[in-house]
């Protein structure tokens, strides 16, 4: 297992190396600059659209309800463990490069949205598919298409075997462990190990839970995650806000030790360069597994949309974004710090959900135990609803790969529901692992589309708000 597991960390080296880095920021800074720092000039008019559905739009699911399929997919166990392991892995200042990696994410979360929509294809019984094979195809042109299919292959590793199925569960079944058997007092023999009734108990319910909702298809995702997800993200953000309260005095401090750890200040003098390199690569990894930006998952949700205008799709697909990553991750990150549960990760070498678990446990004058129901919740809900958006993710990617086939749809759900229920059973860090491998491998044939239609982004965006000053939107 070992040399697997050290495999997996070369090739991830290797994915998230200093290249993808530069693309990924590079892209976003690029967008940022041809767009005009759209994401902070309109970030208002974005906000408004988010809960204002389009009244004559085609699609499947109202727009509202396409960015809470996104978000579902995006508001995970990313923004609870994936930045407690980012700040532990990386340092403080892995939080910091994950917020500027999503400040230009927003501009090119803004440019999938645009393209998702201009390029979808809408058949005669409304089904909508749409997303980066389609905008590298019917964008780039015919000979592209091998790039269009390798992105599709991409997504389908990535929801079956990593960002929407194993690390999910796998979050969920850690949470329901440190609550209801910390101890792992009570086991059961399993694939000859012994592991706790709770976690087997976790990966039973909700691999039955998922298979329950994603039978139904994008009409029953949107349903259900238009009601978890704005009730799991005001809920958390409740928390977190009362940890940062309670110990507002230490935020100061903890904001200088992000700022100084991003640039390896805190550093020996030769290893300045490396701590910043290392801050770096963890925080705009995990960055992209929580927001998802670049990634070309999220414009497959947006093509659902019941809309008429790209521009307006891209402008509430950026909220997604702004959400996820400067709101929650920031507040997770944060918390970690204030409440010492980085210290105590780094003495005791905590990972994933048990650091998290410790600011809970630590942050409000409540017994850890309590600490650890509200975040197993939380962690359980978060990690469903991207196990939801992740499935409908992949199987549209399938949708294009087979041309449709009714048949290998029907394989792949259950296959994905077995995946959620092995989850549990593979060890946290070559979960982890896998999950940046395919993030990345998904990544690059997105960001080359991106830059390849950053033209047809700035002429649609022009028209847009050309029409929008002229009062011609109707």
Same mark, same amino acid.
């Given at each position: 297992?070992?040399?697997?597991?050290?495999?997996?960390?070369?090739?991830?080296?290797?994915?998230?190396?200093?290249?993808?880095?530069?693309?990924?920021?590079?892209?976003?800074?690029?967008?940022?600059?041809?767009?005009?720092?759209?994401?902070?000039?309109?970030?208002?008019?974005?906000?408004?659209?988010?809960?204002?559905? =389009?009244?004559?739009? $085609?699609?499947?699911?109202?727009?509202?309800?396409?960015?809470?399929?996104?978000?579902?997919?995006?508001?995970?166990?990313?923004?609870? @463990?994936? #930045?407690?392991?980012?700040?532990?892995?990386?340092?403080?200042?892995?939080?910091?490069?994950?917020?500027?990696?999503?400040?230009?994410?927003?501009?090119?979360?803004?440019?999938?949205? @645009?393209?998702?929509?201009?390029?979808?294809?809408?058949? $005669?019984?409304?089904?909508?598919?749409?997303?980066?094979?389609?905008?590298?195809?019917?964008?780039?042109?015919?000979?592209?298409?091998?790039?269009?299919?390798?992105?599709?292959?991409?997504?389908?590793?990535?929801?079956?075997?990593?960002?929407?199925?194993?690390?999910?569960?796998?979050?969920?079944?850690?949470?329901?462990?440190?609550?209801?058997?910390?101890?792992?007092?009570?086991?059961?023999?399993?694939?000859?190990?012994?592991?706790?009734?709770? &976690? #087997?108990?976790?990966?039973?319910? #909700?691999?039955?839970?998922?298979?329950?909702?994603?039978?139904?298809?994008?009409?029953?995702?949107?349903?259900?995650?238009?009601?978890?997800?704005?009730?799991?993200?005001?809920?958390?953000?409740?928390?977190?806000?009362?940890?940062?309260?309670? %110990?507002?005095?230490?935020?100061?401090?903890?904001?200088? =030790? @992000?700022?100084?750890?991003?640039?390896?200040?805190?550093?020996?003098?030769?290893?300045?360069?490396?701590?910043?390199?290392?801050?770096?690569?963890?925080?705009?990894?995990?960055? &992209?597994?929580?927001?998802?930006?670049?990634?070309?998952?999220?414009?497959?949700?947006?093509?659902?949309?019941?809309?008429? =205008?790209?521009?307006?799709?891209?402008?509430?697909?950026?909220?997604?974004?702004?959400?996820?990553?400067?709101?929650?991750?920031?507040?997770?990150?944060?918390?970690?710090?204030?409440?010492?549960?980085?210290?105590?990760?780094? =003495?005791?070498?905590?990972?994933? #959900?048990?650091?998290?678990?410790?600011?809970?446990?630590?942050?409000?004058?409540?017994?850890?135990?309590?600490?650890?129901?509200?975040?197993?919740?939380?962690?359980?809900?978060?990690?469903?609803?991207?196990?939801?958006?992740?499935?409908?993710?992949? $199987?549209?990617?399938?949708?294009?790969?087979?041309?449709?086939?009714?048949?290998?749809?029907?394989?792949?759900?259950?296959?994905?529901?077995?995946?959620?229920?092995?989850?549990?059973?593979?060890?946290?860090?070559?979960?982890?692992?896998?999950?940046?491998?395919?993030?990345?491998?998904?990544?690059?044939? %997105?960001?080359?589309?991106?830059?390849?239609? %950053?033209?047809?982004?700035?002429?649609?965006?022009?028209?847009?708000?050309?029409?929008?000053?002229?009062?011609?939107?109707?």
């Amino acid at each position: 297992m070992k040399q697997f597991t050290d495999l997996l960390v070369s090739i991830d080296d290797v994915v998230w190396g200093v290249p993808m880095i530069i693309l990924i920021m590079g892209t976003g800074l690029f967008l940022t600059a041809r767009l005009g720092i759209l994401q902070f000039r309109r970030l208002g008019l974005a906000l408004r659209y988010m809960v204002k559905n =389009e009244a004559d739009g $085609e699609g499947e699911v109202t727009s509202f309800g396409a960015l809470c399929t996104a978000m579902a997919a995006t508001i995970g166990t990313g923004n609870i @463990v994936g #930045v407690a392991t980012a700040v532990v892995a990386g340092g403080p200042g892995a939080l910091f490069w994950m917020i500027i990696a999503a400040c230009f994410g927003m501009a090119t979360k803004y440019s999938e949205g @645009v393209l998702s929509i201009k390029y979808r294809v809408l058949k $005669e019984d409304g089904h909508a598919l749409g997303g980066p094979f389609y905008y590298i195809e019917r964008g780039m042109g015919k000979n592209w298409k091998w790039l269009a299919k390798l992105f599709a292959i991409f997504g389908m590793g990535a929801g079956l075997l990593g960002i929407g199925t194993i690390t999910q569960v796998n979050g969920i079944a850690s949470a329901a462990q440190s609550f209801f058997d910390p101890n792992n007092e009570n086991t059961v023999a399993l694939f000859g190990r012994d592991y706790s009734i709770a &976690i #087997v108990a976790a990966a039973v319910i #909700v691999a039955v839970i998922t298979a329950l909702v994603v039978i139904g298809g994008i009409q029953r995702i949107a349903s259900v995650t238009t009601i978890i997800v704005p009730f799991m993200a005001i809920a958390y953000v409740v928390v977190c806000v009362s940890i940062l309260i309670a %110990n507002i005095t230490r935020i100061p401090d903890a904001v200088v =030790e @992000v700022v100084s750890s991003a640039f390896g200040l805190r550093a020996a003098a030769g290893g300045a360069l490396g701590a910043l390199m290392i801050a770096m690569q963890k925080g705009v990894a995990r960055g &992209i597994f929580s927001n998802e930006a670049g990634l070309g998952s999220a414009p497959i949700a947006a093509a659902a949309a019941q809309t008429k =205008e790209p521009v307006r799709q891209g402008l509430i697909s950026m909220t997604g974004t702004f959400i996820d990553t400067i709101v929650i991750c920031t507040m997770t990150g944060l918390t970690v710090m204030v409440t010492g549960a980085y210290d105590v990760a780094v =003495e005791k070498g905590l990972e994933g #959900v048990q650091v998290t678990a410790v600011a809970f446990g630590q942050g409000l004058p409540w017994s850890a135990q309590a600490g650890s129901f509200v975040l197993m919740m939380c962690l359980a809900f978060f990690a469903f609803t991207t196990i939801l958006g992740w499935d409908y993710y992949s $199987e549209r990617c399938l949708e294009y790969l087979s041309g449709g086939s009714k048949g290998a749809l029907t394989v792949y759900r259950w296959l994905y529901i077995l995946a959620v229920l092995a989850g549990p059973f593979i060890t946290v860090s070559a979960v982890w692992t896998i999950a940046d491998i395919f993030n990345g491998l998904m990544a690059i044939p %997105n960001l080359i589309a991106l830059l390849a239609l %950053n033209g047809i982004i700035v002429a649609e965006t022009r028209s847009y708000f050309k029409r929008l000053n002229e009062n011609r939107l109707g």
